[in-house]
Nanobody, 126 residues
Framework: QVQLVESGGGLVQAGESLRLSCAAS????????MAWFRQAPGREREFVAA????????EYTDSVKGRFTISRDNAKNTVYLQMNSLRPEDTAVYHC???????????????????WGQGTQVTVSS
């Protein structure tokens, strides 16, 4: 069983930055594909970014490319999401997710992940 706890959300103005953290419990963190999803009010939860465990290969949704960076520290069992140049449309609850079994490609659908955090609110004002 893996538990995920997010932190780092808050209220910022457009153009500012935030760094989200997701601390994972359990063993074998290096083997987990980790991802960030977000859910705005009245919308479906959507993929933001994902990272492999061993190679740190990453993928992003198009709307955050060049602004967000996902990274991980396997020694600390933690994954991060550095968010720069934030926009009002980035406002959402951000959820950390973990996939406890192998994937040929980095999955972008929520059903591909079997562990979820409770989320942290990010609000960007214009």
């Amino acid at each position: 069983q893996v538990q995920l706890v997010e932190s780092g959300g808050g209220l910022v103005q457009a153009g500012e930055s935030l760094r989200l953290s997701c601390a994972a419990s359990g063993r074998d963190f290096t083997n987990y594909v980790m991802a960030w999803f977000r859910q705005a009010p009245g919308r479906e939860r959507e993929f933001v970014a994902a990272i492999r465990g061993s190679t740190s290969y990453t993928e992003y949704t198009d709307s955050v490319k060049g602004r967000f960076t996902i990274s991980r520290d396997n020694a600390k069992n933690t994954v991060y999401l550095q968010m720069n140049s934030l926009r009002p449309e980035d406002t959402a609850v951000y959820h950390c997710a973990a996939r406890g079994f192998p994937a040929i490609t980095l999955p972008r659908v929520r059903d591909s992940y079997n562990y979820w955090g409770q989320g942290t609110q990010v609000t960007v004002s214009s």
